[in-house]
């Protein structure tokens, strides 16, 4: 494993398609909390078993709190220059004929708020819902999303989630309880999203892994696969990952300034949209 910008540098000189594959790291220094680690607990819940469809089901009132408080986090939040870098990478790839796509697990759409394009949001948006019954998709910005969540979802307030169930976000068209698009774990991926991730996979010859604990699937098989189609897997993380050994590359530390660095990506390519 080697930490050698010159020898990065020349392995995407020659690549064809490059494919950066992003988690909730990348977010960590816009203040978005991830869901291990520091910040992974909410009101003494732990976050990954309150993002499950299990969840809702017992407690569709506790769970929109939840997400009301990361839709708060959220709304406040700018891109870092972690997401700044790989908007520059995009470009620069573009403009040198190669092939980019970006694979985010995020659910926070700050790669489009850094300039990032045809971002493939694999795990959904924070910022669209779906309807429980009619499974009509709709965008929604409102903060907050509905009267009965105003001023709800304070990490530090004790088990409130008592909203009754038609006070919670509905549908527009038939009334039906709203819940986040997002992909739950123990759900399975969009199917057009997993058309696009297959078509970026093949024949990818350069992978970026930024920010992902790798543990959650099918995303934490991209790095194996790429290194099984001959192809070279690059880590920034600040710690190591299950997915650590299939790197030909490990940028130890925040995105923030590894990214940046290691893609050789000055103030001035950073700036420019
Ligand atoms: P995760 O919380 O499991 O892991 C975060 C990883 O980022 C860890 O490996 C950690 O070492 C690393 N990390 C922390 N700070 C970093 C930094 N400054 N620079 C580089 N790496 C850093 O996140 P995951 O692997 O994305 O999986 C969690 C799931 O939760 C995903 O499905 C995602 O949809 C969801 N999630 C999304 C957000 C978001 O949209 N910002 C936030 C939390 C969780």
Not at 47 to 56: I, S
Not at 85 to 114: E, M, P, S, W, Y
Not at 116 to 142: I, Q
Not at 236 to 248: A, G, H, K
Request: proline share 5%; glycine share 10%; hydrophobic share 40%.
């Amino acid at each position: 494993m080697s930490d050698s910008v010159e020898e990065f540098s020349s392995v995407f000189q020659h690549a064809k398609k490059v494919v950066v594959l992003t988690g909730a790291g990348i977010s960590a220094e816009s203040g978005i909390p991830t869901f291990r680690g520091e910040g992974g607990l909410w009101r003494d819940f732990d976050a990954t078993e309150l993002a499950t469809p299990g969840a809702f089901a017992a407690n569709p009132s506790l769970v929109w709190e939840f997400y009301h408080y990361r839709r708060t986090i959220v709304a406040g939040a700018s891109p870092n220059a972690g997401h700044y870098a790989v908007a520059a990478l995009q470009r620069r790839c573009r403009r040198l004929g190669k092939d980019f796509i970006l694979l985010t697990q995020n659910i926070d759409g700050l790669h489009a708020k850094a300039g990032s394009t045809d971002v493939v949001e694999l795990h959904g948006s924070l910022w669209e819902t779906r309807c429980c019954h009619c499974k009509a998709v709709e965008a929604n910005r409102n903060m907050p999303i509905c009267p009965a969540l105003d001023g709800k979802g304070a990490p530090d307030t004790v088990h409130e989630a008592n909203i009754p169930s038609m006070q919670l976000p509905r549908c527009n068209k038939c009334n039906g309880l709203l819940r986040p698009r997002v992909i739950w774990f123990g759900e399975c991926l969009e199917r057009d999203v997993l058309r696009r991730t297959d078509d970026a996979l093949q024949g990818c010859d350069l992978l970026l892994v930024v920010g992902t604990s790798a543990v959650v699937y099918p995303a934490a098989g991209y790095a194996p696969l790429v290194k099984s189609q001959g192809g070279v897997v690059a880590e920034f993380n600040t710690e190591d990952t299950p997915i650590s050994y299939n790197c030909r590359f490990k940028f130890q530390g925040p995105s923030s300034v590894k990214l940046p660095t290691a893609l050789g990506i000055g103030e001035d390519e950073l700036a420019e949209m």
